[in-house]
């Protein structure tokens, strides 16, 4: 945690004043963090309202979180020079940002937020929050796949972490992981003679893609806090 995330340096910053004088405005209780009145100089979160006396310094945020299908075809950026960029699908008045990846290539499940919290909370290594696809390959799959598939691969200088793959039918399989490396299912397949022919993410965490079709959504910011 920084000083720039703590009141003081909002308050010097907004209302231009020495972090003395800011502190004192603290102490005596003249601030509300989201309604409430703080006497310590506390840390703040960027969609939180901080009020001074009866001024509104910043209003409050409203925060979204919203599961996307994201269709094959689409790159998972914002930046509108690049072509068939997410944002120019996107039905969505405020600005949104994608949480992980999905290559353009693949099409399911993308967690859009206006929270910078739950991008740090998704992406930590230490997370390991699950993400669950359906892989679908170009010859039938075997027993001595799924087993290596599971124990991990050496992909870009690294061996991939365990994890759980299961056959659903020849083809065809699913698999959880606790990475994000990049085009990491793709490059395993590939280092065991097997071309991906569709990559869908069902699943990240608790949050399900359950009936979405391309380009629909759907609003989970009850699930969000167990992420």
């Not at 969505?92 to 990846?101: N, S």
């Not at 280092?191 to 359950?210: A, F």
Request: net charge neutral; glycine share 6%; with cysteine.
């Amino acid at each position: 945690m920084t000083f720039r995330n703590r009141l003081q340096y909002f308050l010097v910053k907004r209302l231009q004043i020495s972090n003395k004088k800011a502190l004192e405005l603290i102490t005596l209780g003249e601030c509300r963090v989201a309604g409430k009145q703080v006497f310590e100089n506390v840390e703040i979160q960027a969609f939180q309202e901080i009020v001074w006396k009866e001024e509104i310094l910043r209003e409050e945020k409203k925060l979204h979180y919203i599961a996307f299908y994201k269709p094959v075809g689409i790159e998972t950026t914002l930046n509108q020079t690049i072509p068939d960029n997410l944002q120019a699908i996107l039905p969505f008045e405020e600005k949104l940002f994608p949480v992980g990846r999905l290559d353009k290539a693949s099409e399911g499940l993308l967690l859009l937020t206006n929270d910078g919290r739950l991008f740090d909370k998704t992406l930590r290594k230490e997370h390991q929050t699950e993400k669950e696809y359906i892989v679908t390959v170009d010859k039938p799959i075997t027993e001595s796949f799924i087993l290596q598939m599971s124990s991990g691969i050496t992909i870009m200088g690294q061996t991939t972490l365990p994890c759980s793959v299961e056959a659903l039918d020849e083809h065809t399989f699913s698999i959880i992981l606790v990475q994000g490396l990049n085009r990491q299912i793709r490059r395993m397949c590939y280092k065991l003679d097997y071309e991906v022919l569709s990559l869908k993410r069902i699943r990240i965490d608790q949050i399900h893609l359950g009936d979405l079709q391309p380009n629909e959504y759907k609003k989970v910011g009850e699930f969000i806090g167990e992420l």
